[in-house]
C-alpha cells in the first residue's frame, strides 16, 4: 500500500500555461511534448514572448510532488489522480523524475485539501 504521510508537496508562486505551438521558442519553459505540434508549460509571464501560437490555456498552478519513488512503482499516481477526481478536480500530470500536477487556480484549495487528507505536508 502506498502511503503519502509526512510526504511534501510544493506549490509554485506563478501561474503557468499550456501552450500548443508550431516552433519552439527561446523561451523558460518546465516540460516539451513534440508531436505534429509543440505543447509546452510555461510560466504565464513568458506568454508575452510568443508571436503566435496554436492554442493558448492560462491560469494553471504547479504543483510538485516531492516524493523519492522509483521510476517502475505502480499505483502511485493513481492514487492521488484518484483521490482528485473523487474530488472533481481535472488536472494534468507532468511525471518524469519527479511529478508535478498542474491544476487551474480556482481548484487549487481544493487540491491541497485532497493532497492533505491523503498525508501530503505543503512546504511553501
Same mark, same amino acid.
Given at each position: 500500500?502506498?502511503? /503519502?504521510?509526512?510526504?511534501?508537496?510544493?506549490?509554485?508562486?506563478? !501561474? /503557468? *500555461? $499550456?501552450?500548443?505551438?508550431? &516552433?519552439?521558442? &527561446? $523561451? &523558460?519553459y518546465v516540460a516539451v511534448v513534440r508531436n505534429k505540434y509543440y505543447e509546452v508549460v510555461m510560466p504565464e509571464k513568458e506568454l508575452v514572448k510568443l508571436e @503566435?501560437?496554436?492554442?493558448?490555456?492560462?491560469?494553471?498552478?504547479?504543483?510538485?510532488?516531492?516524493?523519492?519513488?522509483?521510476?517502475?512503482? $505502480?499505483?502511485?499516481?493513481?492514487?492521488?489522480?484518484? *483521490?482528485? *477526481? &473523487? *474530488?472533481?478536480?481535472?488536472? #494534468?500530470? #507532468?511525471?518524469?523524475?519527479?511529478? !508535478?500536477?498542474?491544476?487551474?487556480?480556482? /481548484? #487549487?484549495?481544493?487540491? #491541497?485539501? $485532497?493532497? @492533505?487528507?491523503?498525508? /501530503? @505536508?505543503?512546504?511553501?
Amino acid at each position: 500500500m502506498i502511503e /503519502f504521510v509526512g510526504e511534501e508537496i510544493e506549490i509554485h508562486p506563478e !501561474r /503557468f *500555461a $499550456v501552450v500548443k505551438l508550431r &516552433n519552439l521558442p &527561446n $523561451v &523558460n519553459y518546465v516540460a516539451v511534448v513534440r508531436n505534429k505540434y509543440y505543447e509546452v508549460v510555461m510560466p504565464e509571464k513568458e506568454l508575452v514572448k510568443l508571436e @503566435k501560437f496554436v492554442e493558448c490555456d492560462i491560469g494553471y498552478r504547479l504543483i510538485t510532488l516531492d516524493i523519492n519513488v522509483p521510476l517502475d512503482v $505502480v499505483g502511485y499516481i493513481s492514487k492521488v489522480s484518484s *483521490a482528485l *477526481a &473523487n *474530488a472533481k478536480v481535472p488536472i #494534468l500530470i #507532468l511525471s518524469l523524475y519527479t511529478d !508535478r500536477i498542474l491544476v487551474k487556480e480556482e /481548484f #487549487l484549495d481544493k487540491t #491541497l485539501s $485532497v493532497l @492533505k487528507e491523503l498525508g /501530503f @505536508k505543503v512546504r511553501r
